[in-house]
T-cell receptor, first 113, second 110 residues
């Protein structure tokens, strides 16, 4: 089955800096890669996703890049703010129908004022 | 729209007791999922239902059963709770790969 590795497990940055979280996956048939943000005590929320037919997607201060050859994808957050502090999860799935997601173990991002 | 709702929010059980976690969605999604979340382990899939009338095991199904009652509702049952089932349980629903989560149930088994 699919295996998703996520790094780093914790990341501390100063407000205004950029943050990058990286994930690798094992199943070359995976073609959908979402990112979730989970604040303390809350539910995971989908913040951005990318499908295998594109290499990059942006939404304001966040972007995701995908390298299918190397089987890795990354989340980039620019101009970080304290409210970006949360746990971020990457995931991968094989198809876009009823697909089951395989999650990475998460990255705790702390943005200090 | 309420999205995905779960009940209860919190529950404490003694070892051996049974209970059912309820989940409902109003987004007209075909697929529904149950996950557990433990510290340092991410989100692990327990069971899923690709469509009404079907259910399949995920990564960690032992000790659990599910029922897809109709398109809106998907319940998770613990027949004989064990301390290893202490966790936060999330239900999700989805379409085209995207999944949307409920607020979670924090379960403690003593």
């Amino acid at each position: 089955g699919e295996n998703v590795e996520q790094h780093p497990s914790t990341l501390s940055v100063q407000e205004g800096d950029s943050a990058v979280i990286k994930c690798t996956y094992s199943d070359s048939a995976s073609n959908y890669f979402p990112w979730y943000k989970q604040e303390l005590g809350k539910r995971p929320q989908l913040i951005i996703d990318i499908r295998s037919n594109v290499g990059e997607k942006k939404d304001q201060r966040i972007a995701v890049t995908l390298n299918k050859t190397a089987k890795h994808f990354s989340l980039h957050i620019t101009e970080t703010q304290p409210e970006d502090s949360a746990v971020y999860f990457c995931a991968a799935s094989r198809n876009s129908g009823y697909s089951t997601l395989t999650f990475g173990k998460g990255t705790m991002l702390l943005v200090s004022p | 729209n309420a999205g995905v709702t779960q009940t209860p929010k919190f529950q404490v059980l003694k070892t051996g007791q049974s209970m059912t976690l309820q989940c409902a969605q109003d987004m007209n999604h075909n697929s529904m999922y149950w996950y557990r979340q433990d510290p340092g382990m991410g989100l692990r899939l327990i069971y899923y239902s690709a469509s009404e009338g079907t259910t399949d095991k995920g990564e960690v199904p032992n000790g659990y059963n599910v029922s897809r009652l109709n398109k809106r509702e998907f319940s998770l049952r613990l027949e004989s709770a064990a301390p290893s089932q202490t966790s936060v349980y999330f239900c999700a629903s989805g379409a085209l790969g995207e999944q949307y989560f409920g607020p979670g149930t924090r379960l403690t088994v003593t």
